[in-house]
């Protein structure tokens, strides 16, 4: 397994320790052939899918919402044929879904009711409709491809969704720990034992994510499980794009972000982090290239979404339906996914959240058949109760 922890050690004792870690054992099994991957980025904290991509052409938007509608009212990009605006602030989506890049599910998501955020995520990585369980959706799907081999989590350490494996996948931590690099002769003695290595763009995207990741502040990070700050994805996406790049075999790949929580003056802190979630996603198609991005699938998806109505402090609580998104040179873009019915007391769950008209097990079902060859069998093993709707 790939460990930061065991990295950093390892470049300050010496960078012949380093070089002995089992980068290459672990990552040496060939993705079988015809293949194409698929990148599932978890968001965590439950993203307000209304304010990413909103139904402007909805009558009562403007009354739900009186403060969080009106930037995408006024400067919104529309996705045609949809009766949906990206935010301005999500321009990296609409360019995607303009090119035949993007789908999305305005109300997508899973079986939990209970809006914890930590009980929905777990339901999540399961993939069984369960809380509790002995293997993670990731895991059983590695499985089906022959193993951990095809299969990496840019996580700080074994997600649950991957948890179950008789041999765990690589791990690759993008973003910061507790631990510091050294500083000053120390590192540079390091940095020039391992230029022109493959392990010196690791140590580089160490440095260069540090303080960034870091030194994030104004956002309560309790939701995120120690997932990254979205804030610093752009970065972050420019290195696992040139990882993946080097190592195409990894076809099985798990990535999560934080920072979604909005109760409370939701316009200015969610359109910035939209800002640098949509900017990465264009960062990691740039990184991944043209040819490697054809053969790419990412799923976007979040524990739960948001109320419908604005709260007394301009954000939104927990909800049920929320935004999905399959992003990639690989998907059928440029259209909606799932229906949407309104905003109208009668089509909304409970009076008060969008409700779930696409499963995310179905969702990730479908972009599993289409990337692997997954038969309908291998897709009920793994994702055991799904409804079995294709998309």
Known sequence: MID???????????????????????WAYPLPPGHQRLIVLFLRGGLDGLYA??????????????????????QGIRLAGTGFAAHPSCAGLATLFAAGELS??????????????????????LGTGNIHGPSGFMARAATALGGAGSAISFTQEVPLSFQGLNVPPAVAPLSGSGLKLPQGKLLDAIRQAHAGLTTGEALEQAIATETAIESTVGMDVTAARGAPAVNGFPGLAQHMGRLLVSQPQLGLVFFDLGGFDTHVSQDGILSRSLENF???LLALKDALGTEEWR???VAVMTEFGRTVRENGTKGTDHGHGGLALLAGGAVRGGRQLGGFNGLDDASLNQNRDLPVEVDWRDLLSSAMRDAYGFDKAALNRIFPGRPGKNW
């Not at 209970?114 to 777990?122: E, L, M, Y």
């Open 4 to 26: 930061r922890r065991a990295f950093i050690k390892g470049l300050a004792v010496s960078a012949a320790a380093f070089c002995a870690l089992p980068l290459n054992r672990v």
């Open 53 to 74: 991509i909103a139904p402007v052409d909805d009558p009562l938007l403007a009354s739900r919402r009186p403060t969080l509608s009106t930037t995408v009212h006024d």
């Open 104 to 125: 999305f599910a305005p109300c997508a998501g899973s079986t939990d009711t209970s809006r914890s955020h930590f009980q929905a995520q777990d339901l999540f990585e």
């Open 278 to 280: 949509s900017t990465g």
């Open 295 to 297: 053969r790419t699938r």
